[in-house]
Each structure stands twice: as structure tokens, then as C-alpha cells.
């Protein structure tokens, strides 16, 4: 299996619609033939990565830890 990592996110005015394409782009990957890390960078530049960021919910109200 082939892996792959999608970076989202950060502090471009084009925050909101990178989160967006990512969840569509996470979502449209072949599970079966790529492992996806996601890593999410929210809007003051820190990396996050974990579950269910397949997800447009989970960063409605992001906090991270």
C-alpha cells in the first residue's frame, strides 16, 4: 500500500476553502491502495494530524491541543 500525506489549511486567506478541497480530496482517495495522513495547519501555523479529519465537522469549531 502506497501512502500518502495531504497538507491543509494554514494561514492563507484561502483557509476555509483548503480545508473544504481537502475533505473531498481525503474522501475521494482509493483506501485500498493509499494510506492518507492528513495533517491539518490551522490559521496561526501549527501542524495537527488524527482522526476524523475526513470530516468537515471537525473543524467547524477547531481547537487544538
Same mark, same amino acid.
Given at each position: 500500500?502506497?501512502?500518502?500525506?495531504?497538507?491543509?489549511?494554514? $494561514?492563507?486567506?484561502?483557509?476555509?476553502?483548503?480545508?473544504?478541497?481537502?475533505?473531498?480530496?481525503?474522501?475521494?482517495?482509493?483506501?485500498?491502495?493509499?494510506?492518507?495522513?492528513?495533517?491539518?495547519?490551522?490559521?496561526?501555523?501549527?501542524?495537527?494530524?488524527?482522526?476524523?479529519?475526513?470530516?468537515?465537522?471537525?473543524?467547524? $469549531?477547531?481547537?487544538? $491541543?
Amino acid at each position: 500500500m502506497k501512502r500518502i500525506a495531504v497538507l491543509f489549511g494554514g $494561514k492563507s486567506c484561502e483557509h476555509d476553502i483548503s480545508v473544504i478541497t481537502a475533505v473531498q480530496a481525503i474522501n475521494g482517495i482509493d483506501a485500498a491502495e493509499y494510506a492518507v495522513l492528513p495533517v491539518y495547519i490551522d490559521t496561526e501555523g501549527n501542524f495537527f494530524t488524527g482522526g476524523n479529519f475526513d470530516r468537515i465537522e471537525t473543524f467547524r $469549531k477547531f481547537v487544538g $491541543k
